[in-house]
């Protein structure tokens, strides 16, 4: 009888580890399946910020256009200026 009754503690015990192992596994789990969702979401976040760094990139090289482009503007006309003012004293000269 006692070793029946000592088996049956051991297979409660055993049952006991099991049922707790089966509840650790289930937590580790939920832990998995919640980092592969975290996961995705940094990812969509990730691909968001990217296409949103591009079109900023694309915006700043066509302000750095205009820019030049003004710049060029403005040195043509200081030029153009220039030469007439040479050509107009020159002309007023004769």
């Not at 297979?11 to 707790?20: C, I, N, P, T």
């Not at 256009?65 to 004769?94: C, Q």
């Amino acid at each position: 009888m006692a070793e029946l009754n000592d088996m049956d503690r051991r297979v409660r015990y055993l049952e006991d580890g099991s049922e707790k192992n089966d509840a650790h596994h289930k937590e580790f789990q939920k832990r998995f399946e919640q980092l592969g969702k975290d996961g995705v979401r940094m990812e969509e976040r990730f691909i968001n910020i990217m296409t949103t760094l591009n079109q900023m990139s694309c915006t700043l090289s066509e302000l750095k256009g205009k820019d030049g482009k003004r710049w060029e503007m403005i040195v043509g006309a200081i030029i153009v200026a220039a030469v007439s003012g040479a050509v107009g004293y020159f002309f007023s000269r004769l």
